[in-house]
């Protein structure tokens, strides 16, 4: 989490204070200034987001070396292909993404992503940013404080308190906001109001976006298959936070949280007309709600610091399809995939000393049970299967946990140690809608420690290195997933002993910190055991023999590579940044074949250089990013013959804000100033070189932002 006084929004000084000074809670349970930390951590706050014109999760990483956000075209059709209905799909660390990246909006886990036929459900469109304050990305497991899902690093989004938009000695404060951006004809609005009486304060925010299709490079339009324009799309989405907050002067805080998402997503799909499919039309919506209580108290004696929290969150998503045929049947599909969660969670922090070390010892545990499901309905449904039906019965996941971690620091020395233990319990019921079938339970445990070092060489430079462990309890999708279609020769079984997914990485790096330069280079290997992949395990596709899929631990996967980061600040205002990543892995199945890891990026480099006025009153920068051309050998064994492999690119961005005056800000936004053809290698990472239709996996073409904010 990060506090930023009010004073950086108006003075360099304590601007760029704010930035070298900045407090993270993710990595360790317990704020630690970044620089201290053991391992690598990025923050972005609600001003920079502002600044950088950002409206998605994708533009959250728009300069953020090593971690990506993959969003495909809209190229699906009703019974066949996903291609981009799973909108931004979630968040790609260091190679590794989907659901083994944990995502948590102040600690309650965003829904996971699930993928079956013609339906992919991703994780990005569950938080709209419009109400983040901040956010903070651990690259590297993080399951010794978090349990599942922690396998490759963490994305948490934290919310602000009403305090956060009132100013000192006033009662009332708050925010108004509209934006536009031209890549996909977005306007935004975002209004928050605060206010303080004595010891109670509350806020009401709201962001409502409408937007049309993103835009790309394509030039064929018209109807079928060889279209590379976008199809027509027309969505909305409407976000509200409310949050009430008694906090007296003894130390207690209280708060209660409510919070609601609604989106909705029509799609001409133009691409899939032909002369047998006359209309082809798709409405996607997705929800999720949450209401929250927590306590935390914080004072003096042997505990200093106490919270705990209960939480209720529902998500869900459902995938409309229409499809007018001619001869055939017309035919319709509805795919929903719910998850409706309940938790509690607690911990405990004690400040003390023991000889020459100083102890900062964080401990606790958490509970949550989710009821997931989804429903596979529609009209015409394949022959050989009966609609409505489930590609899993309806499931309860119990997550359960105990951790413990410490900051141990003895003079220049800091160590981080922490150990989690994790027990997990996933219960199908019996579902009316599989009859004759027999869901299998499953439950486990896991202990995960980790261990991480600051050497401080003096006040500037510090050695640090790190050991941390990660697992992945296996979803309810994959130990009871379910389809059979005798008539074609196929069917899936569930698989009890499906074992979790597990991780183990090792980073170091030296970090200097210093009043005009900053500078981090990171080195890391990573390695995951007992990948989860669905195989043909017997049969030969025949009514007779058919064949049979199973969730299996199949895959072995190692990743290795380095990260640089350079930041630089003048005196005058002038200041720049640099930031490279690299990384190369492999995979390792059974019998040692041995084949490239397609899901890491290719070497990224961004280089920016900007101006801020001392007291705050304009700034911009300018910012060239490189993404090189994923290898050859490194896409090996993915497509067929080969892979496209868009070329590498350079592309410059220009962004700049002024306070028109007290409290009004305009921003604006110029985006791949040189009308670039490019590509990112996470969009078209499966799709072959023979491919005609590379045009409509390109970004937009040269684009522009805008929006004033008004803070009173």
Same mark, same amino acid.
């Given at each position: 989490?990060?506090?930023?006084?009010?004073?950086?929004?108006?003075?360099?000084?304590?601007?760029?204070?704010?930035?070298?000074?900045?407090?993270?809670?993710?990595? /360790?349970?317990?704020?630690?200034?970044?620089?201290?930390?053991?391992?690598?951590?990025?923050?972005?706050?609600?001003?920079?987001?502002?600044?950088?014109?950002? /409206?998605?999760?994708?533009?959250?990483?728009?300069?953020?070396?090593?971690?990506?956000?993959?969003?495909?075209?809209?190229?699906?059709?009703?019974?066949?292909?996903?291609?981009?209905?799973?909108?931004?799909?979630?968040?790609?660390?260091?190679?590794?993404?989907?659901?083994?990246?944990?995502?948590?909006?102040?600690?309650?886990?965003?829904?996971?992503?699930?993928?079956?036929?013609?339906?992919?459900?991703?994780?990005?469109?569950?938080?709209?940013?419009?109400?983040?304050?901040?956010?903070?990305?651990?690259?590297?497991?993080?399951?010794?404080?978090?349990? *599942?899902?922690?396998?490759?690093?963490?994305?948490?989004?934290?919310?602000?308190?009403? /305090?956060?938009?009132?100013?000192?000695?006033?009662?009332?404060?708050?925010?108004? !906001?509209?934006?536009?951006? *031209?890549?996909?004809?977005?306007?935004?609005?975002?209004?928050?109001?605060?206010?303080?009486?004595?010891?109670?304060?509350?806020?009401?925010?709201?962001? !409502?976006?409408?937007?049309?299709?993103?835009?790309?490079?394509?030039?064929?339009?018209?109807?079928?298959?060889?279209?590379?324009?976008?199809?027509?799309?027309?969505?909305?989405?409407?976000?509200?936070?409310?949050?009430?907050?008694?906090?007296?002067?003894?130390?207690?805080?209280?708060?209660?949280?409510?919070?609601?998402?609604?989106?909705?997503?029509?799609?001409?799909?133009?691409?899939?007309?032909?002369?047998?499919?006359?209309?082809?039309?798709?409405?996607?919506?997705?929800?999720?709600?949450?209401?929250?209580?927590?306590?935390?108290?914080?004072?003096?004696?042997?505990?200093?610091?106490?919270?705990?929290?209960?939480?209720?969150?529902?998500?869900?998503?459902?995938?409309?399809?229409?499809?007018?045929?001619?001869?055939?049947?017309?035919?319709?599909?509805?795919?929903?995939?719910?998850?409706?969660?309940?938790?509690?969670?607690?911990?405990?922090? *004690?400040?003390?000393?023991?000889?020459?070390?100083?102890?900062?010892?964080?401990?606790?545990?958490?509970?949550?049970?989710?009821?997931?499901?989804?429903?596979?309905?529609?009209?015409?449904?394949?022959?050989?299967?009966?609609?409505?039906?489930?590609?899993?019965?309806?499931?309860?996941?119990?997550?359960?946990?105990?951790?413990?971690?410490?900051?141990?620091?003895?003079?220049?020395?800091?160590?981080?140690?922490?150990?989690?233990?994790?027990?997990?319990?996933?219960?199908?019921?019996?579902?009316?809608?599989?009859?004759?079938?027999?869901?299998?339970?499953?439950?486990?445990?896991?202990?995960?420690?980790?261990?991480?070092?600051?050497?401080?060489?003096?006040?500037?430079?510090?050695?640090?290195?790190?050991?941390?462990?990660?697992?992945?309890?296996?979803?309810?999708?994959?130990?009871?997933?379910?389809?059979?279609?005798?008539?074609?020769?196929?069917?899936?079984?569930?698989?009890?002993?499906?074992?979790?997914?597990?991780?183990?990485?090792?980073?170091?790096?030296?970090?200097?910190?210093?009043?005009?330069?900053?500078?981090?280079?990171?080195?890391?290997?990573?390695?995951? !055991?007992?990948?989860?992949?669905?195989?043909?395990?017997?049969?030969?596709?025949?009514?007779?023999?058919?064949?049979?899929?199973?969730?299996?631990?199949?895959?072995?996967?190692?990743?290795?590579?380095?990260?640089?980061?350079?930041?630089? !600040?003048?005196?005058?205002?002038?200041?720049?940044?640099?930031?490279?990543?690299?990384?190369?892995?492999?995979?390792?199945?059974?019998?040692?074949?041995?084949?490239?890891?397609?899901?890491?990026?290719?070497?990224?480099?961004?280089?920016?250089?900007?101006?801020?006025?001392?007291?705050?009153?304009?700034?911009?920068?300018?910012?060239?990013?490189?993404?090189?051309?994923?290898?050859?050998?490194?896409?090996?064994?993915?497509?067929?013959?080969?892979?496209?492999?868009?070329?590498?690119?350079?592309?410059?961005?220009?962004?700049?804000?002024?306070?028109?005056?007290?409290?009004?800000?305009?921003?604006?936004?110029?985006?791949?100033?040189?009308?670039?053809?490019?590509?990112?290698?996470?969009?078209?990472?499966?799709?072959?070189? /023979?491919?005609?239709?590379?045009?409509?996996?390109?970004?937009?073409?040269?684009?522009?932002?805008?929006?004033?904010?008004?803070?009173?």
């Amino acid at each position: 989490m990060l506090t930023t006084p009010a004073q950086a929004q108006d003075n360099d000084g304590y601007f760029w204070l704010s930035r070298m000074n900045q407090i993270v809670v993710t990595a /360790t349970r317990t704020p630690v200034e970044i620089e201290n930390l053991p391992l690598t951590v990025s923050v972005t706050t609600d001003e920079q987001m502002a600044d950088e014109m950002v /409206t998605d999760i994708k533009d959250l990483v728009r300069f953020e070396p090593g971690v990506s956000v993959q969003r495909q075209p809209a190229r699906f059709g009703a019974a066949f292909g996903s291609t981009g209905r799973a909108g931004n799909d979630g968040f790609n660390i260091r190679g590794i993404g989907g659901n083994r990246v944990l995502i948590q909006v102040d600690g309650v886990r965003v829904p996971d992503g699930f993928s079956f036929g013609a339906q992919s459900v991703g994780r990005g469109d569950y938080v709209d940013l419009g109400l983040i304050k901040s956010v903070e990305i651990l690259r590297g497991p993080s399951s010794a404080l978090y349990g *599942s899902d922690g396998l490759a690093g963490a994305v948490s989004f934290i919310t602000a308190d009403p /305090t956060d938009f009132i100013r000192n000695g006033n009662s009332v404060g708050g925010l108004v !906001r509209g934006a536009y951006s *031209s890549a996909d004809n977005e306007f935004s609005e975002t209004a928050i109001l605060a206010a303080r009486s004595g010891d109670w304060s509350g806020m009401v925010a709201y962001t !409502r976006r409408d937007y049309n299709e993103l835009d790309n490079m394509g030039t064929v339009g018209g109807t079928g298959s060889s279209r590379t324009e976008p199809n027509p799309q027309d969505g909305r989405s409407n976000a509200v936070l409310g949050r009430i907050v008694f906090d007296p002067a003894n130390g207690h805080k209280l708060r209660l949280t409510a919070e609601s998402l609604d989106t909705h997503l029509f799609t001409d799909g133009l691409v899939g007309l032909s002369s047998t499919v006359d209309l082809l039309q798709a409405v996607d919506t997705g929800k999720r709600r949450r209401v929250g209580l927590d306590w935390s108290w914080e004072g003096e004696g042997a505990i200093n610091f106490a919270r705990a929290a209960v939480y209720w969150q529902d998500a869900e998503d459902r995938q409309f399809t229409d499809e007018d045929r001619t001869p055939a049947a017309d035919r319709e599909r509805l795919n929903t995939f719910e998850n409706r969660v309940y938790g509690f969670s607690a911990d405990a922090r *004690s400040d003390f000393v023991t000889g020459p070390a100083s102890h900062r010892l964080v401990f606790g545990g958490d509970i949550s049970k989710t009821r997931q499901r989804g429903v596979r309905d529609g009209v015409e449904p394949p022959y050989g299967e009966v609609f409505p039906t489930r590609a899993f019965p309806t499931t309860d996941f119990t997550r359960a946990g105990l951790f413990a971690g410490d900051e141990i620091a003895v003079g220049p020395l800091t160590l981080y140690p922490a150990i989690r233990f994790d027990w997990y319990d996933l219960s199908p019921r019996d579902d009316a809608l599989l009859p004759g079938f027999a869901g299998k339970e499953q439950d486990g445990s896991r202990l995960s420690p980790k261990l991480g070092a600051v050497l401080k060489i003096d006040d500037g430079v510090r050695l640090f290195a790190n050991y941390a462990t990660g697992f992945k309890a296996p979803e309810p999708t994959q130990v009871n997933q379910f389809f059979e279609n005798l008539a074609y020769g196929y069917t899936s079984q569930p698989n009890p002993d499906l074992g979790p997914e597990r991780s183990e990485s090792f980073e170091g790096g030296v970090r200097f910190t210093g009043s005009h330069v900053s500078l981090d280079i990171t080195g890391f290997t990573s390695r995951y !055991r007992d990948f989860i992949s669905q195989e043909v395990v017997s049969g030969s596709f025949t009514p007779s023999d058919p064949a049979v899929y199973q969730f299996i631990n199949l895959d072995h996967v190692q990743v290795k590579g380095a990260e640089a980061r350079l930041e630089g !600040r003048a005196d005058n205002g002038l200041n720049g940044r640099l930031s490279l990543s690299y990384a190369t892995g492999d995979v390792t199945r059974p019998g040692g074949a041995t084949t490239p890891l397609s899901s890491i990026d290719p070497l990224k480099l961004v280089v920016g250089l900007g101006y801020r006025d001392p007291q705050g009153r304009f700034g911009g920068q300018l910012i060239a990013t490189h993404s090189a051309r994923k290898e050859l050998d490194r896409a090996t064994g993915l497509c067929t013959p080969e892979c496209y492999r868009p070329g590498a690119f350079t592309i410059l961005d220009a962004t700049a804000n002024a306070r028109l005056w007290d409290g009004l800000t305009l921003r604006v936004g110029v985006f791949n100033i040189f009308d670039e053809k490019y590509a990112w290698w996470s969009d078209v990472r499966g799709l072959a070189s /023979t491919s005609t239709v590379t045009d409509a996996y390109t970004q937009p073409g040269r684009n522009a932002s805008a929006s004033l904010t008004y803070r009173f």
